[in-house]
T-cell receptor
Framework: DTAVSQTPKYLVTQMGNDKSIKCEQNLGHDTMYWYKQDSKKFLKIMFSYNNKELIINETVPNRFSPKSPDKAHLNLHINSLELGDSAVYFC?????????????FGEGSWLTVV | GESVGLHLPTLSVQEGDNSIINCAYSNSASDYFIWYKQESGKGPQFIIDIRSNMDKRQGQRVTVLLNKTVKHLSLQIAATQPGDSAVYFCAENVNNFNKFYFGSGTKLNVKP
């Protein structure tokens, strides 16, 4: 059973399009995240939600809009895609907030904007 | 074999040797650190963590050392195996929020 699952795994789309990446965790965790990993493997947090409430928004352009219908799901919608949005997007979850709460990552969604 | 973190992003070691992966963190207020392993095509996986009130923590074949004076973290892998080949990240946490900042990673290549 996959603990944190995200779809699609691969996505190729044209500039200007709108796309969504879905994420679900079956661990019963309260906190979920979206991270972006660039071509140099640098991982940076984008958003964090705790029990469906936004708690971290790391100066991400407002073209990126996370949505958490319940605490097991955190979807990422991206409007007006740009070339620079090409990256791997990782969904993650943890039991709670703060140290001692291990973050479990999904397998990643490879987004290529052409 | 030993890496110097950001300045030497790839570390090659012989199977069976010990590996040392280094990480320099930037924020002296960071009080919790995690090492993650990321295999090709997969998400990062938790390896080991350490709090700032500790200098050393051991796991199975892995040891993390923390030197707060120079803001340095290292991951030691004993008897490195081919399955250890991956990119290794250190992550720091500040002020007990789940805002982890990841280092740029070091790629470990294990030669059979």
């Amino acid at each position: 059973d996959t603990a944190v699952s995200q779809t699609p795994k691969y996505l190729v789309t044209q500039m200007g399009n709108d796309k969504s990446i879905k994420c679900e965790q079956n661990l019963g965790h309260d906190t979920m995240y979206w991270y972006k990993q660039d071509s140099k493997k640098f991982l940076k947090i984008m958003f964090s939600y705790n029990n469906k409430e936004l708690i971290i928004n790391e100066t991400v352009p407002n073209r990126f809009s996370p949505k958490s219908p319940d605490k097991a799901h955190l979807n990422l919608h991206i409007n007006s895609l740009e070339l620079g949005d090409s990256a791997v997007y990782f969904c993650a979850s943890s039991q709670g907030q703060g140290d001692g709460n291990t973050i479990y990552f999904g397998e990643g969604s490879w987004l290529t904007v052409v | 074999g030993e890496s110097v973190g950001l300045h030497l992003p790839t570390l090659s070691v012989q199977e069976g040797d010990n590996s040392i992966i280094n990480c320099a963190y930037s924020n002296s207020a960071s009080d919790y650190f995690i090492w993650y392993k990321q295999e090709s095509g997969k998400g990062p996986q938790f390896i080991i963590d350490i709090r700032s009130n500790m200098d050393k923590r051991q796991g199975q074949r892995v040891t993390v050392l923390l030197n707060k004076t120079v803001k340095h973290l290292s991951l030691q892998i004993a008897a490195t195996q081919p399955g250890d080949s991956a990119v290794y990240f250190c992550a720091e946490n500040v002020n007990n929020f789940n805002k982890f900042y990841f280092g740029s990673g070091t790629k470990l290549n294990v030669k059979p």
